[in-house]
């Protein structure tokens, strides 16, 4: 995929934490990719669990891509837009991130990007996103995310499962490489 | 002998175009005086066409052109990808129509993530 884009050295590189199984949470998506996932990952349910967060990111990613943009505003929404626009978007220079870009400088809401790894983090199964940090040095983001698990949901599989959809979601999303995520478990909840 | 100098705002504008042209681009969005301005135009009646240079701004400096850019994105296009290919669409296009040179700078300010609900109830 793109990380070959990135410049050398960015690969995100970490101390990397395991699934409840000991697999690898990105062996298990690159295996999912490839339509070759073997015995073990065809039976494992912290396995299945992380091969579902993989097709879910791709889900939202290249749904969200195909989807065609929405009509042109309404006169109202226009206005209402500006509005808004002049009271929320005036962005600080301290809200901002770099991307690499080979074409001049680049730059990307902080806010907007902590809401996209919340979104994808949303959309696992049993997980939910409270907050998320994000911090730059360089290029490479450092995330500090907090979470809250259906009640059920492995915690020891957790912070693997996270790690991987917030890295693989700032490869394909964001296009910035994830060095280090930091996950807090901040509360339960159980479906009725 | 005669020399043609390209103005802020055609620059801007042209700019403006291409970059809203770009896959992925949702919008451009203005920054505090263009929407102060979005806004009277609107009360006034005024028509803001394709040519708007809302989200954009540009110096002209002799051959030189410094161009800068707000955009908000769709979830599912690659950030740092969009962002180098509005970088792209706005210099070639600035240099085919005025034939100045320009340094792009972009902002993402924005990205979507709810889109428009695919088919119908």
Known sequence: ?192 | MSVLHVGDRVVARVAARAARAVPGVVALRPDLTQALLGIAGTVFGQERGPLSADGASAVVEGGHAEVSLTVVARLGHNCRDLAAAVQRAVTAEVAAYTGLDVLVRVTIADVLIEGPRSGGP
């Open chain 1, 1 to 192: 995929m793109a990380l070959d884009a990135f410049p050398p050295g960015l690969s995100p590189e970490d101390q990397i934490e395991p699934l409840a199984c000991g697999r690898d949470a990105a062996d298990v998506w690159d295996h999912a990719a490839d339509g070759v996932p073997d015995e073990h990952e065809r039976s494992c349910p912290h396995c299945a669990a992380a091969i579902a967060d993989a097709r879910g990111l791709d889900g939202i990613v290249h749904r969200m891509a195909d989807e065609v943009p929405p009509p042109p505003p309404s006169l109202v929404d226009t206005v209402m837009e500006a509005v808004l626009n002049t009271v929320t978007a005036e962005l600080r220079p301290q809200d901002l991130l770099a991307l690499y870009s080979p074409a001049g400088p680049a730059r990307l809401s902080r806010p907007a990007a902590a809401r996209v790894l919340r979104h994808v983090v949303d959309r696992m199964d049993g997980m939910r996103a409270r907050s998320c940090r994000i911090e730059q040095d360089g290029l490479a983001l450092s995330v500090a995310i907090t979470v809250t698990a259906r009640f059920g949901v492995d915690l020891a599989s957790v912070t693997a499962r996270v790690r991987q959809m917030v890295v693989a979601a700032g490869k394909q999303a964001l296009g910035t490489p994830v060095a280090r995520v930091d996950i807090t478990v901040v509360d339960l909840w159980e479906e009725r």
